[in-house]
């Protein structure tokens, strides 16, 4: 039998996803810009990820700026791998808050059940099951203990962290495997559909009724049945709007790349006193490294098999009912990021890091092709009410770290006199990206995922959420593409 074709753009996380499941019914081709090279074991190792973004020139990742309003230029990476940012993100995998997707699942007609289904076909907790996107709850060390009883003794419970709706404080789930941290790539165990890598889709080819019929990348054209756009917000947003620029696109202006968000994330820096039994051993001491590396290389559990991020909780800061800010520990340091004008929190003595995400900003912003330049701007804290619920997270973190048993590690908060004299200076001057952009697709598309007024163009990733489930975004990528997959393989299969 001649099965019908699928082109997918993009082989990042939603892209992955959508293949393997489309491969039961058609003939899927993925096209994917980037090379899968020889991605390195040390990689492979949860930590060790971090020390990518320090390398310059970096043939594994490509860095963006977002420009601040005080000037200062934030990095923003974008994976050169198939398997797309979920190669190289941090990891850490929250499903999100149920009240959340609701509207979500509404807008393109599923089902809880739909979501549910999706998650049990695709994640497993503590067990290595081929094909699915292996999670585990992080170790816990006694930074981890403390910061849980802390949290306890002023009244948050001990919850499950992957769905909770109410104040909770828990470990975090990550994504590994016995040895390495894994990703959507996990699926291609049962891969039957076809990547063609390193070859860009610059152009969406259309027939004379306005069907998608195939695409042109940089070296040849495809055809096809139907074309899946899944570039990632950035990569969704600019082969669009590039287009559209021909004056006669098939593509229309439909708020492409309007109303972007991230997560902005901000960190309350501790200096420790006393030597951790924590990644900082990793960062700290060369033998200590190369012991706890052939310890993890032979599956005897190490802080390696996490991320760095272990504990966290869930607050409703504002007390209007709605859980609004996630704290996390991180029990490692990133040089370059913490610090003001550029300076670098010191990770030679021994420290750990509050970090703080609040869960569902209002900033957004946009991507824009003007005059042949690409602008990714997601505004962050444009809007008072982000800078407020900072601010509060801020008093909060310092408040949690003065009471014990926390307090019993605290050597010195790291510029506690900034913090609490001029928060929004420490805000303005010390906030990163958190890597999770969304958005920019969302009021283009049909509850069907298609691009409005183009027959036969589907668009899911990232770009298509016009809300945050979650206080991370992978899986909810994960299970929207799957959910996508199974709607499209009923309705076209
Ligand atoms: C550094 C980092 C850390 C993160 N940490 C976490 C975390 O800990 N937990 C969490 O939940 N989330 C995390 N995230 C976020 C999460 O990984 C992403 O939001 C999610 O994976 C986005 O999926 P996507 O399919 O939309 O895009 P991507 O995975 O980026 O996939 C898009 C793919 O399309 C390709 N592409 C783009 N344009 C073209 C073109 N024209 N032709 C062909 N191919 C093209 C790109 O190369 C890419 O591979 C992190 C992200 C980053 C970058």
Known sequence: MNQKKVIIIGGGTAGIVIANRLQEKFAVTVFEKSEYKAYPLLYRVPLMIGILFRRKNSEYVHKTEFDLANGRKIPFYQSNLLGGASVMNGAVHVFGFLSKWIPILKRFGFEVSDLNESHELLYSENKVVKSKITIKKAPLNYIDNSFLETLKSRGIPLDNMSVSEKEACGPIFNTVRTFFRTSVLSVLGKKKFKTILNEKVERILFDENGNAKGVKTNR???DSDFVILSAGVIGSCSLLLQQQLDPNSQIKDLHIGKEIQDHTNLRVNVFANH???????????????????????????????????????????????????????????????????????????????????????????????????????????????????????????????????????????????????????????????????????????????????????????????????????????????????????????
């Open 220 to 222: 040849s054209t495809y």
């Open 275 to 493: 030597p951790l039994n924590s990644l900082n051993e990793v960062y700290a001491s060369f033998w200590k490294k190369m012991f706890l590396g052939i310890k993890h290389f032979l599956g005897i559990p190490t802080v390696m098999r996490g991320t760095g991020a272990t504990s966290a909780a869930y607050l409703d800061l504002d007390r209007d009912g709605e859980i609004d800010t996630r704290i996390q520990i991180l029990q490692f340091s990133e040089s370059g990021r913490h610090g003001s004008k550029g300076s670098v929190f010191n990770t030679s003595e021994p420290s750990f890091s509050i970090s703080i995400n609040a869960i569902h900003p209002l900033s957004k912003g946009y991507v824009s092709f003007n005059n042949g330049e690409l602008k990714v701007d997601p505004k962050f804290l444009s809007t008072e009410s982000d800078v407020t619920l900072l601010k509060l997270a801020i008093k909060y973190c310092i408040e949690l770290l003065k009471s014990p048993p926390i307090w019993d590690h605290v050597k010195e908060i790291d510029q506690l006199d900034l913090m609490e004299k001029d928060p929004d200076k420490y805000i303005q001057e010390t906030m990163y990206s958190g890597h999770h952009l969304i958005g920019g697709l969302h009021n283009s598309i049909t509850s069907d995922f298609e691009l409005k007024d183009c027959k036969g163009l589907y668009v899911c990733d990232a770009s298509v959420f016009d809300r945050f489930v979650a206080s991370n975004i992978h899986s909810s990528v994960v299970l929207l593409a799957d959910m996508f997959a199974k709607k499209f393989l009923i309705k076209q299969g």
